[in-house]
């Protein structure tokens, strides 16, 4: 009988994973991981661990599967959290939930995992995996239901770990979960999805940011969205770089660093008809561009770059070389329509030129791209 340890997380999806597999004859184990301890900057009671910890358990009692306890939470402050502060202060915009799985599901607690003898983990992602023969490669697919594919979330994941990687639920639909969750009288079954930051939960960002980052005021430039600028043209993967000369200034803020592109609340700046959003951020200056309305030309781009040192692929069988190009498709942030775009690979970067040009492209996060359902490879935007 095959072991496998279940990241019991206190909601549906994991408590439904584990079901799941010991019905198919697993040997089930289910841990939860403790990695966050701060609840200050949470919003009310949005990621309460210890509640949690005790659905996970009663869970655990109720399949009859062993349960214990791993405290991560040392390596999830090194790895994940001080990752997010120092790409806050450099003004690009972190995905925290992708490094999670990267380097603690898949990394720390896979490592834990074999510990127990263990040669699985499994989670409650809506995503898939199956074997590519030709190239004895895994290939990570969409999950079925399409309003819940999660494969984004797991673009950073190698072969190596994708072969100890385990995701039951990947075939269902959201509403199929809960009612097998209903049906096995589980006690996280009307319990709501978690929102927020992995592990940590639902914060005001400032907040959170303001444990390390200090405030410091700046100011916040307007971009007319007739400035001259916008009818010089620009390579695809280049984006338009203010400076504070080219608009008119509005009002102040107290940390370029507490920003992010597209970001449109926060500003507290009235007076407007259309909300104003967030076109770039830049930390060296300590100054934040807004424009009007969220069709502003100086929110779009027509493409983006990757540096080779933050390129990934998930089947190196597949991995451009260098004067390749390929048409994809991709998409920039989780739950985003897939849209089309071509990657070329050159000696120093990826160059991605989008077929529609995109908003809100954001330094910092992670640009995935698609061959159909399968998640081929990803990379953090320049």
Known sequence: MQRVVVGLSGGVDSSVAAYLLKEQGY???GVFMKNWHDTEVTISDDCPWEEDSKDALLVAEKLGIPFHTIDLSEQYLERIVNYMFKEYEAGRTPNPDILCNREIKFDLF???AKLLGAEYVATGHYCRKDFNEEYKEFRLLAGEDQNKDQSYFLCQLTQDQLSHALFPIGELNK????????????????KRDSQGLCFIGKV????FLKQQLKEKEGNVIEIDRNWSGFQEPLADTEFYRFKEADGVEIGQ????????VGQRKGLNIGGYTQPLFILQVN???NSIYVGEGEDHPGLLRKGLKIANSNVHWLRNSLALKVGEERTLDMRIRYRQPLFKAKLKQ???????SFAQAQKAVTPGQFA??????????SGVIE
């Open 204 to 207: 005001k960002l400032p907040d």
């Open 175 to 190: 509403d199929a979960v809960r009612a097998i969750a209903k049906d096995q009288d589980l006690v996280t079954a009307e």
């Open 253 to 260: 803020h107290q940390g370029a660093h507490f920003y992010t």
């Open 283 to 285: 930390t060296e200056t």
């Open 27 to 29: 040997e089930v184990l």
């Open 346 to 352: 050159s000696e120093s970067f990826l160059e991605v």
């Open 368 to 377: 995935a791209w698609y061959d159909g359902n399968e998640m081929l490879g």
């Open 110 to 112: 896979l490592e834990h």
